[in-house]
């Protein structure tokens, strides 16, 4: 049970699906995209889980958001970039965020995306807090700068258009405490058209630590005409509906609370469908092993077949499957080295299948966590004024992690 002692039901999923341009998603609850972590593999492992929860005929299950994405490596079509956005095989939604600073390159990376790749859905990033980002200008501190944030919001909007794509956005509630940007943001981002946005309730500052602040979502709700998702500290699906309660948003979105847990997305579904959450799936350690191994066979196949290195991008979800349970240090350093599909099934063979899931990693953070930090990084003289007034943000073509 998570600290807020979440209220036990919800008006969740009796209101309609909500509705992004001519998408509806009768299952609002969607999957962050994650740097590194949400390739094909586990996407598909979290929209299978959804879709059990929610029964049948229920589609779209839930949204499910690949990796961010840079928008100079989408627009000149760079080999590695598109390999990041491989569809998950029967997602009926293809959804990507996209991360850039040029308004051009956004631009054509957006007709790429949806003319070229079948994109469905595109997803704008303004809200990672990483210091590679932020310090170039993009990220979590580019809505400071009005005019840029707004041309980006309409260079992506109008590139979609003809293709009947939605644009929706994530931002955060600002810089930090004193330079908050969330209302003015959201305001934006319905002017130029988008579909929806979602809040992250941390500013900047606070990266990933702290407590999520959800009464402001409840504000940019009260603002806004179109749909809020609310993200942040969404650890059970208990969590989830006392979010929507709490602020009247849309839906969720859940990112660290589901990392070496496939199966949130079983109870969130589980719980929109019912107005109740009910208890937390608690998988014994054979099911864990099983969800584990189904990874890295789809991590495998994400990877054209290449296991040393599907394993190699495998091993971070280790520790986050596994954590809680006494595996001994021995074989915990072991599967976090894994190489190949005998391998991790050799070493998964000498666990007991039995061993039940250890309540105590329930409604807990997971993930990056840390202290908020002291500063933001940004470039020089950045908050001297609300407009670029000249300043060209430098635009990172490599993949910029975070989120």
């Not at 029964?55 to 928008?71: D, H, S």
């Not at 070229?116 to 990220?139: I, M, Q």
């Not at 943001?185 to 319905?190: L, N």
């Not at 072991?334 to 409604?363: F, M, Q, W």
């Amino acid at each position: 049970m998570s600290e807020r002692e979440p209220e036990a039901r919800s008006e969740a999923g009796r209101s309609g699906p909500v509705r992004l341009g001519g998408l509806a998603l009768p299952l609002p609850v969607v999957l962050a995209p994650m740097a590194q972590v949400t390739t094909s593999a586990y996407r598909r492992l979290c929209r299978e889980q959804a879709e059990a929860g929610v029964g049948a005929g229920i589609r779209p299950a839930g949204l499910f958001t690949c990796e961010m994405i840079t928008a100079r490596g989408v627009a000149d079509r760079i080999e590695r970039t598109l390999a990041m956005m491989r569809p998950d095989p029967g997602d009926p939604i293809r959804s990507v965020q996209l991360y850039g600073l040029d308004p051009a390159v956004l631009a054509r990376a957006v007709q790429v995306s949806c003319g070229e790749l079948g994109v469905d859905h595109v997803d704008l990033n303004f809200g990672c807090p990483a210091p590679k980002v932020t310090r170039k200008g993009g990220g979590g501190v580019l809505p400071w700068k009005r005019d840029r944030f707004a041309a980006l919001l309409q260079a992506a909007v109008t590139a979609a258009q003809p293709y009947g794509v939605p644009v929706t956005i994530k931002t955060r509630l600002g810089l930090d405490d004193q330079h908050e940007t969330f209302l003015e943001a959201g305001r934006t981002a319905q002017d130029c058209g988008c579909a929806a946005i979602t809040l992250h309730a941390r500013t900047v500052a606070q990266a990933y630590g702290g407590r999520a602040d959800w009464d402001r979502v409840r504000e940019l709700v009260e603002a806004l005409d179109i749909p809020v998702f609310g993200n942040g500290d969404v650890w059970e699906a208990a969590d989830a509906l006392d979010l929507v309660a709490r602020t009247g948003c849309a839906g969720v979105v859940v990112g660290r609370g589901c990392l070496g847990r496939p199966w949130l997305f079983h109870d969130l579904a589980r719980a929109w469908r019912d107005g109740r959450a009910g208890p937390p799936s608690r998988p014994d350690l054979g099911q864990v092993v099983a969800l584990a191994r189904r990874h890295a066979e789809l991590q495998v196949a994400h990877f054209d077949g290449d296991e040393r290195h599907a394993l190699a991008d495998l091993r971070k979800h280790m520790a986050w499957y596994f954590k809680g349970f006494a595996l001994g240090g021995d074989l915990r350093h072991r599967l976090g080295l894994v190489s190949s599909l005998a391998e991790l099934e050799r070493l998964t063979d000498e666990l007991d299948p039995t061993v039940e899931y250890p309540v105590e990693e329930l409604g807990r953070p997971r993930g990056r966590q840390g202290s908020p930090r002291g500063s933001v990084a940004m470039p020089h003289g950045w908050l001297d004024s609300r407009s670029l007034d000249g300043f060209e943000p430098a635009e990172d073509e490599s993949d910029p992690g975070g989120g």
